[in-house]
């Protein structure tokens, strides 16, 4: 079956520092990944995706290469803000799932000025 | 901006009592899902509908809860009777999916329940 294991938080990080994330993965088949953020009294929304292996995909300064060779997806972050303080969730659509998210469990960071 | 829309956004209530969430989703949008976030077991897919016809609810215990879809642009999870363990956040989520397709689910604010 599918599942998604993720590092655990929470994560206190100073503001302009590198963030990661870890995440990896089982599925059948080939899954599509995301990453979704959760900013506090607010639904998910979508951070970057990956459809394919080696797919690169980032937003807001965010990045995640899919690994297929490590069934891994980390989030990476050159110099974080304040502002991205949230709850970050790993997702799994497996191959066979049709349309079907498994998340992680979500990392919380908080970022210091 | 196209939104998902959940009615009520906050809802407290007593054990016993019935309590029904709505959910609007995106305009062409063919699935639909439920899910329940707590601390505990963070967050668990409850229900999910393509084209309005339920596909997965599994994940929702059936003795007490309900999911429908009267029609393409609404969605209703029904708790009868709710129990204090209910207690959650409940979003709703819609995307478009197909066979070999998997695009972005929009999730909306979620209705915090509270049962006492």
């Known amino acids: 079956g599918n599942s998604v294991t993720q590092m655990e938080g929470p994560v206190t990080l100073s503001e302009e520092a590198f963030l990661t994330i870890n995440c990896t993965y089982t599925a059948t088949g080939y899954p599509s990944l995301f990453w979704y953020v959760q900013y506090p009294g607010e639904g998910l929304q979508l951070l970057l995706k990956?459809?394919?292996?080696?797919d690169k995909g980032s937003n807001k300064g965010f990045e995640a290469t899919y690994r297929k060779e490590t069934t891994s997806f980390h989030l990476e972050k050159g110099s974080v803000q304040v502002s991205d303080s949230a709850v970050y969730f790993c997702?799994?659509?497996?191959?066979?799932?049709?349309?079907?998210?498994?998340f992680g469990q979500g990392t919380i960071l908080t970022v210091h000025p | 901006d196209a939104r998902v829309t959940q009615t009520p956004r906050h809802k407290v209530t007593e054990m016993g009592q019935e309590v029904t969430m709505r959910c609007q989703p995106i305009?062409?949008?063919?699935?639909v899902f439920w899910y329940r976030q707590t601390m505990m077991q963070g967050l668990e897919l409850l229900a999910y509908f393509r084209n309005r016809a339920p596909l997965d609810d599994s994940g929702m215990p059936k003795d007490r809860f309900s999911a429908e879809m009267p029609d393409a642009t609404l969605a209703t999870l029904k708790i009868q009777p709710s129990e204090p363990r209910d207690s959650a956040v409940y979003f709703c989520?819609?995307?478009?999916?197909?066979?070999?397709?998997?695009?972005?689910?929009?999730f909306g604010p979620g209705t915090r329940l509270t049962v006492l």
């Open positions: 997702a799994n659509a497996g191959g066979t799932s049709y349309g079907k998210l498994t």
């Open positions: 305009l062409g949008h063919n699935t």
């Open positions: 989520a819609s995307g478009h999916t197909g066979q070999g397709r998997v695009d972005t689910q929009y």
């Open positions: 990956a459809t394919k292996a080696d």
